[in-house]
T-cell receptor, first 111, second 113 residues
Framework: AQRVTQPEKLLSVFKGAPVELKCNYS??????LFWYVQYSRQRLQLLLR??SRESIKGFTADLNKGETSFHLKKPFAQEEDSAMYYC?????????????FGAGTRLFVKA | DTEVTQTPKHLVMGMTNKKSLKCEQH?????MYWYKQKAKKPPELMFV???????INESVPSRFSPECPNSSLLNLHLHALQPEDSALYLC????????????FGEGSRLTVL
């Protein structure tokens, strides 16, 4: 079965420190992977997707098919990065595409 | 308008009530979704509509009844709910039913007494 695993519920780092939010997935086909972010009192929104291979707000994520991972990284964390981060996998299913979410990691960046 | 709008923001209902949640988008998206999110849990997919037709039902109990009257509107009709159905109900849309970005609404927080 398809699954997205985020092993850390909470990650606390100091401002300026590197940050890595881990995501592992299980899917037998070719997945589409995403990172969504939810800032305090805001709606859930897309941060980045693996096919675009771009950096958003200094964050990058590389799909590693061998390790079935899609970890989110930022070299220097900022206080405004504090938020809830969800890794998500979109896959084809009978009826269409489904997007499933990992349990989420709350990132807290300390001053 | 580049947002998904959900109403009401909060809803309290008894187990014998009938109520509806409404979702609207004017981005021309042809796929719309209902997700359920319990506290401190990730969103869980309930239903997917593509071109106003139900394409995925994740074995949701029949006390939840979705409806897509047109390409901009998605409703979730609620009847005879249980207290454990209390949750944040999120609506989302995407340009097509494919592996792409989901645009979420702010959600409707439902409390069942």
């Amino acid at each position: 079965a398809q699954r997205v695993t985020q092993p850390e519920k909470l990650l606390s780092v100091f401002k300026g420190a590197p940050v890595e939010l881990k995501c592992n997935y299980s899917y037998s086909g070719s997945p589409e992977l995403f990172w969504y972010v939810q800032y305090s009192r805001q709606r859930l929104q897309l941060l980045l997707r693996h096919i675009s291979r771009e950096s958003i707000k200094g964050f990058t994520a590389d799909l590693n098919k061998g390790e079935t991972s899609f970890h989110l990284k930022k070299p220097f964390a900022q206080e405004e990065d504090s938020a809830m981060y969800y890794c998500a996998l979109s896959h084809r299913n009978t009826g269409g595409f489904k997007t499933i979410f990992g349990a989420g990691t709350r990132l807290f960046v300390k001053a | 308008d580049t947002e998904v709008t959900q109403t009401p923001k909060h809803l309290v209902m008894g187990m014998t009530n009938k109520k509806s949640l409404k979702c609207e988008q004017h981005m021309g998206h042809r796929a719309m979704y209902w997700y359920k999110q319990k506290a401190k849990k990730p969103p869980e997919l309930m239903f997917v509509y593509s071109y106003e037709k139900l394409s995925i039902n994740e074995s949701v109990p029949s006390r939840f009844s979705p409806e897509c009257p047109n390409s901009s509107l998605l409703n979730l009709h609620l009847h005879a709910l249980q207290p454990e159905d209390s949750a944040l109900y999120l609506c989302a849309s995407s340009p097509q039913i494919s592996a792409g970005e989901l645009f979420f609404g702010e959600g409707s927080r439902l409390t069942v007494l």
